[in-house]
């Protein structure tokens, strides 16, 4: 079992977040969250087939928030000859993000309704622009540590969106993504959420897409089932106000 003092999040959504992450192989306990510091938010992960901590959460209070899904796909099953590809690649460019000027054009265009599926933005505790600021804040905070990539997506040479994204090895993992409300073109979707992958097996050779997807986000789950993607497990998310 994994206890995480999620300290970014007083700046994000002003609480205190801690997060236990259930592993498998281990035995519930009835105390086994004893050990887990006082705190306004608590969140829980549990994997599927763990289900007496599932029982055992929602007697105590928390409220299952989502299902995390781990989808991934390779490069050599991308369809090529999709009808939304042929009709729209051919007009999307990628921009990796360089400067504080580029990701300030980013993390400015994003609002509290592209994430609109997102936990912390349907909590009625927290809301869309706790929800909105908390990945404006992450987008900068990656930029700033050099951990994750974030590219821009321009669709006939104007910004419509992004996506974030880490490098390990020959594997993609997707981080965040999303278009701009003002950038809705049929079919635009299905192609940024493939952008970290077409991206990156052309600049640096990855051959596999991996991402967490959220149950609450059906178009994504969707979108991923239509391409085809394996689904490699699932997790459970609780959560509690204190």
């Known amino acids: 079992m994994r206890i995480i003092d999620c300290k970014w999040e007083k700046e994000n959504i002003g609480s205190t977040v801690f997060e236990v992450g259930i592993e498998k192989g281990d035995i519930f306990s009835p105390d086994f969250l004893q050990g887990v510091p006082a705190c306004d938010y608590l969140v829980v992960k549990v994997p599927t087939g763990m289900t007496d901590f599932n029982w055992y959460l929602g007697t105590q209070g928390f409220t299952l928030v989502e299902t995390q899904i781990k989808y991934s796909g390779t490069i050599s099953a991308f ?3 999709d009808r939304f590809v042929r009709k729209l690649l051919p007009r999307i460019t990628y921009k990796v993000v360089e400067g504080l000027a580029d990701v300030e054009e980013i993390v400015g265009r994003v609002t509290p309704g592209m994430f609109r599926t997102d936990r912390i933005s349907l909590d009625p505790s ?6 909105c600021q908390r990945y404006r804040n992450y987008l900068m905070n990656s930029f700033r540590s050099g951990q994750n990539e974030i590219i821009g997506i321009y669709f006939d040479g104007e910004l419509a969106g992004f996506e974030m994204y880490e490098l390990k090895g020959e594997t993609c993992w997707g981080k965040l993504g999303g278009i701009y409300p003002d950038s809705k ?3 635009l979707g299905f192609l940024v959420a493939c952008a970290p992958l077409l991206f990156t097996s052309e600049r640096y050779g990855a051959r ?13 789950v969707g ?3 239509y391409l085809h993607f394996r689904m490699e ?3 459970y998310v609780f959560a509690k106000h204190f």
Do not use: Q
């Not at 927290?126 to 929800?131: E, L, V």
């Not at 596999?208 to 994504?220: C, G, L, Q």
């Open 126 to 131: 927290f809301g869309p622009d706790k929800g």
């Open 233 to 235: 497990g699932m997790t």
């Open 208 to 220: 596999r897409f991996v991402a967490d997807v959220s149950s609450n986000n059906m178009p994504v």
């Open 79 to 81: 369809d090529y000859n």
């Open 185 to 187: 073109v049929p079919g």
């Open 223 to 225: 979108l991923y089932e």
